[in-house]
């Protein structure tokens, strides 16, 4: 065995390559996302995974026929390794010890270090916190499910598995096949209690149990996925394509050996307990390539207000609603129906001016609006200013000009204290094409 050298002077030691290996090898067995996707080593400056997006058929083409556009846009997804680490004191027999002693003591730091790296990737990557303090991180920068991903269902416990069918019923509408779900302890425990006529209809999950497989899909059950309340919401369950999630870590893990001082501010010297202190750090990295790939089941302290279409024979801008769309239907996470094409707009200037199509929504005017301090809504991306104040309309209906199916409609509601935000899509609508 070649031997293990730790200059306490050098900082930047490496850990011997076998106990990297093991290392993560451990972190699949804690991480839900690593259990599920696996791991790519990546390099330090960063790897680009190119997804392609077809939005048309195959066209088949007479012989001597003309070739049409099928339309292609190539959107790369940088991920970037975040450094993590994370430091634990040992006795200073370390400093002595032989090589094989030396390598047992740092295979027993590896295996602490290798549950904490489990969870903070689980943790930055569904949250998009520093998985210390729990806080948001600007290196992070919003690339986690919590801030990408829009496809989400209300989570309720007592249909929880009506919950999860919604949710695949999302991630299959976006042309993906589920082939992995996370689930929170409290989603496992839900699926339990789910009885009818008396009978349990889930006992895979009774008493505390943790399939591994659920309904032919790879399914981990662990605390990381509502680990954290951000926004005074949190996930229950997270379902998608993990084919459509990336993650690596560097091959090389760092590691210095601290003699002297209290370096995580214990209040403990370390030469006065006969103790030093190894410091590693990892190297993660990881990318959403499809947020429309996944799907989340997610609780909130805060309901946003009902969502429907406006009646037809409303007459909104001069113009009835049944003349700019016909059989609208507000779904769990999208909106179907018919737009028709409006010459010259609904209004002389501003976001409703000009050839187009418009949607006419309400909010249910009869619930408790007290509770609520804000309640916007709009569209994402948005063709106006954005989304606007709703809570001082006494008819609480709007209309809204679309410009692309492949926006979404988004409602953002605060009480003051708790803020929920709900989208849903509008690539269900069909848009009648213009009369000649």
Not at 91 to 106: M, N, V
Not at 308 to 332: H, P, S, Y
Request: without cysteine; charged residues 20%.
């Amino acid at each position: 065995m070649a031997a293990i050298t730790v200059n306490p002077a050098q900082k930047g030691s490496l850990f011997p390559e076998k106990l990297v290996q093991d290392l993560m090898t451990k972190v699949k067995g804690h991480s839900s996302l690593a259990k599920i996707t696996g791991a790519e080593p990546i390099p330090f400056n960063g790897k680009e995974q190119f997804i392609f997006n077809m939005p048309n058929e195959i066209d088949i083409v007479a012989e001597g026929g003309a070739k049409s556009h099928g339309g292609i846009t190539l959107e790369p997804v940088t991920i970037v390794p975040i450094k993590f680490e994370y430091g634990a004191r040992v006795t200073d027999e370390f400093l002595y010890a032989s090589d094989e002693e030396k390598l047992d003591i740092l295979g027993r730091f590896a295996d602490g270090f290798s549950k904490k790296v489990a969870r903070g990737l689980d943790l930055a990557a569904f949250y998009g916190v520093n998985p210390r303090t729990g806080n948001a991180s600007s290196v992070i920068n919003g690339n986690d499910f919590t801030d990408q991903v829009e496809q989400v269902i209300s989570y309720v416990a007592a249909s929880a598995d009506d919950n999860l069918d919604s949710a695949i019923a999302l991630v299959k509408g976006s042309q993906y096949n589920v082939n992995g779900m996370a689930f929170s302890p409290v989603f496992g425990d839900a699926m339990a209690k789910i009885k009818v006529n008396n009978v349990v209809q889930y006992p895979e999950f009774r008493f505390g149990q943790t399939p591994s497989n659920f309904a032919g899909i790879t399914l981990d059950i662990n605390n990381t996925v509502n680990g954290i309340t951000t926004d005074n919401l949190t996930n229950q369950a997270i379902v998608g394509d993990f084919s459509m999630f990336s993650w690596g870590y560097s091959k090389e893990i760092p590691m210095t050996l601290i003699q002297f001082g209290d370096p995580d501010n214990s209040g403990r010297d370390l030469a006065g307990h006969n103790e030093v202190y190894i410091r590693a750090e990892v190297y993660l990295g990881w990318g959403i390539l499809d947020p429309d790939a996944f799907a989340l089941v997610q609780q909130s302290f805060l309901d946003v207000p009902p969502l429907a279409a406006v009646d037809g024979e409303t007459v909104l801008f001069n113009t009835a609603v049944k003349n700019m769309q016909t059989g609208i239907t507000v779904g769990t996470g999208s909106i179907s129906g018919r737009l028709k094409f409006i010459e010259g707009g609904l209004a002389q200037s501003g976001p409703l001016a000009g050839d187009g199509y418009f949607l006419a929504l309400q909010l249910d005017k009869t619930i408790d609006w007290t509770k609520y301090t804000s309640v916007k809504v709009g569209l994402n991306p948005s063709e106006g200013t954005g989304l606007v104040e709703i809570i001082d309309d006494p008819d609480k209906n709007g209309v809204f000009k679309i410009s692309s199916t492949s926006q979404v409609f988004k409602i953002v509601a605060t009480d003051g204290t708790h803020t929920t935000t709900r989208t849903w899509k509008l690539r269900d609508l069909i848009l009648e094409t213009p009369e000649e």
